[in-house]
């Protein structure tokens, strides 16, 4: 199983960023999928989560209205759409199915 996130970076408070995160190594289109977050000093923390086809989606309430996750099943990829940003969603973030992470990549916002 491999998880390989991209996307992340720097960006102002009130920009975009869409992270993805390709899988491969399982069954892709059988399993919902999630992205985590963490921040220095903090617990990892579950953003927001996809169900197999896509049809099902969760949120964190502090991501809610402003974070979109949504799946590729074609391409064995799952995104995370985050608009509005804000100072407090600095954190790296995480691709998770079962027991498997990704490496993360870091998403730092600052004016």
């Known amino acids: 199983v491999q998880l390989v996130e991209s996307g992340g970076g720097l960006v102002q408070p009130g920009g975009s960023l869409r992270l993805s995160c390709a899988a491969s190594?399982?069954?892709?289109?059988?399993?919902?999928m999630r992205w985590y977050r963490q921040a220095p000093g903090k617990e990892r923390e579950l953003v927001a989560a996809?169900?197999?086809?896509?049809?099902?989606?969760n949120y964190a309430d502090s991501v809610k209205g402003r974070f979109t996750i949504s799946r590729d099943n074609a391409k064995n990829t799952v995104y995370l759409q985050m608009n509005s940003l804000k100072l407090e969603d600095t954190a790296v973030y995480y691709c998770?199915?079962?027991?498997?992470w990704g490496q993360g990549t870091q998403v730092t916002v600052s004016s």
């Open positions: 996809i169900a197999s086809a896509g049809s099902i989606t």
């Open positions: 190594g399982f069954t892709f289109s059988s399993y919902g």
């Open positions: 998770n199915w079962g027991y498997n």
